[in-house]
């Protein structure tokens, strides 16, 4: 995907909530149960090896908001 595709993604449907996932019943994958380690163990919280995707995706929303981790303006600057 191109940046201005990338760009216009932003706003489009593309993106959507994890409850409407149709997969987001499915155990969560190992690249987020890996990230959700890592960034639980920044914010010193614990975490359930046991979230569907859905779950996981958000765990990962509010630990990323928790730590500050994650969160990069469209352009790749760190959000304060």
Same mark, same amino acid.
């Given at each position: 995907?191109?940046? +201005? /595709? +990338?760009? *216009?993604? !932003?706003? #489009? *449907?593309?993106?959507?909530?994890?409850?409407?996932? $149709?997969?987001?019943?499915?155990?969560? $994958?190992?690249? !987020?149960? #890996?990230?959700? @380690? $890592?960034?639980?163990? +920044?914010? *010193?919280?614990?975490?359930?090896?046991?979230? /569907? @995707?859905? !779950?996981? #995706?958000?765990?990962?929303?509010?630990? !990323?908001? @928790?730590?500050?981790?994650?969160?990069?303006?469209?352009?790749? *600057? +760190?959000?304060?």
């Amino acid at each position: 995907m191109d940046k +201005q /595709t +990338q760009d *216009n993604a !932003q706003d #489009s *449907n593309m993106i959507k909530d994890p409850k409407n996932w $149709t997969t987001g019943d499915e155990p969560m $994958t190992g690249a !987020q149960k #890996s990230y959700l @380690k $890592t960034l639980a163990e +920044q914010a *010193n919280e614990d975490i359930d090896d046991d979230l /569907t @995707k859905a !779950q996981a #995706s958000e765990r990962i929303d509010e630990l !990323q908001h @928790k730590t500050g981790r994650g969160l990069e303006d469209q352009h790749g *600057n +760190q959000r304060k």
